[in-house]
């Protein structure tokens, strides 16, 4: 394995006029990494995107491509990256292998290379009876599928997808599903997506970006332990000062929700219910509920990019 990242951005900038799309955006992504790539429209992810596929140029920072500087030698560093766009440029009356073929010319293959990179992308994206197929007369998910398999024919260490399930039915979203954790096993990719359980499914890191910020990038596992039962729904029948409630050992913040409902925020692994519980008793607050609730991806989607809360 390379002792480098697969991808390194670096302070990315990128403005049109007086407005700036991207405000210092960095990350890396290494071998086995499977990055979903969430933000609200207009918060930078396509901007950003384009970028690192060379499709647009910062107005300042770097992308660097398994070690290639992107801006310095973009050739070399095309060659090491694959890229799904949303709508997958595919010319509809070429045979699936005639296509293939030709995207695997367009990035370098010859010779003797070239069957076997046709061969094994069909293979890999389950296509393997589908090459005398004309691409016109296939599904929108085997469609789909030729769009990964160019992605990936002349065999980069990087992919980046762009929206890959979408207008597909649950049966072709689970296959594709299936085939972009199976590239995360030898390439770095990207999945720009709209989609959040998507992102849960396949994605093994995650990063959100918001006004051309990133306000999220972590491990998916360390995320799910974080948002995990970190805080409490609590219904009283009678009134109660958030103070009140604040001062209770173990507690954080307090929401008020109205008709005497709470949310009462914990450290994780923190539960402080049964300090709640006994107060309520003591104080006769009158105790109707005392629920522990989970912080689901969606919602931390919404308070970093609705509310302009903290990660």
């Given amino acids: 394995m390379a ?5 390194a951005v670096e302070h990315l900038e990128r403005a049109y006029g007086s407005f700036r799309a991207l405000r210092d955006v960095s990350f890396e992504l290494a071998q086995g990494d499977v990055l979903g790539f969430l933000g609200p429209n207009g918060a930078g992810k396509s901007t950003t995107m384009r970028i690192i596929t060379g499709n647009l140029a910062p107005t300042a920072g ?3 491509i398994n070690g290639v500087d992107l801006l310095a030698d973009p050739l070399s560093a095309k060659a090491r990256l694959g890229f799904l ?6 010319y509809r009356e070429l045979t699936v292998n005639d296509y293939l073929r030709y995207c695997a010319r367009l990035n370098g293959v010859r010779g003797s290379r070239l069957a076997e990179a046709v061969r094994e992308a069909r293979q890999r994206c389950g296509l393997k009876q589908m090459g005398e197929r ?8 085997f469609q789909q599928r030729v769009g990964i398999a160019q992605a990936i024919v002349h065999r980069p260490e990087v992919v980046v997808l762009d929206e890959p399930t979408i207008g597909l039915d649950p049966i072709q979203v689970r296959e594709i599903r299936e085939l972009i954790r199976e590239l995360g096993r030898q390439h770095g990719v990207i999945l720009s997506t709209h989609i959040l359980p998507e992102v849960q499914a396949v994605c093994n890191r995650v990063q959100i970006i918001h006004e051309g910020r990133l306000v999220l990038s972590e491990r998916l596992d360390a995320l799910n332990e974080r948002m995990a039962r970190t805080s409490l729904r609590l219904s009283l029948a009678r009134p109660v000062e958030k103070t009140q409630l604040s001062a209770v050992k173990g507690v954080q913040r307090v929401e008020e929700l109205g008709e005497g409902e709470f949310r009462v925020h914990h450290e994780p692994g923190g539960e402080p219910a ?6 309520a008793v003591q104080e006769g607050w009158g105790l109707r509920a005392l629920v522990p609730e989970e912080r689901s991806l969606e919602q931390m989607f919404v308070d970093l990019t609705l509310k302009g809360e903290a990660a």
């Avoid at 002792?3 to 991808?7: A, N, Y």
């Avoid at 004309?134 to 998910?141: Q, W, Y």
């Avoid at 049964?274 to 107060?279: F, G, T, Y």
């Fill in 62 to 64: 770097s992308v660097r």
């Fill in 134 to 141: 004309l691409i016109g007369n296939l599904s929108r998910g």
């Fill in 85 to 90: 766009p949303e709508d997958p440029p595919l």
């Fill in 3 to 7: 002792d480098h990242p697969l991808v």
């Fill in 274 to 279: 049964e300090a709640l519980a006994q107060r």
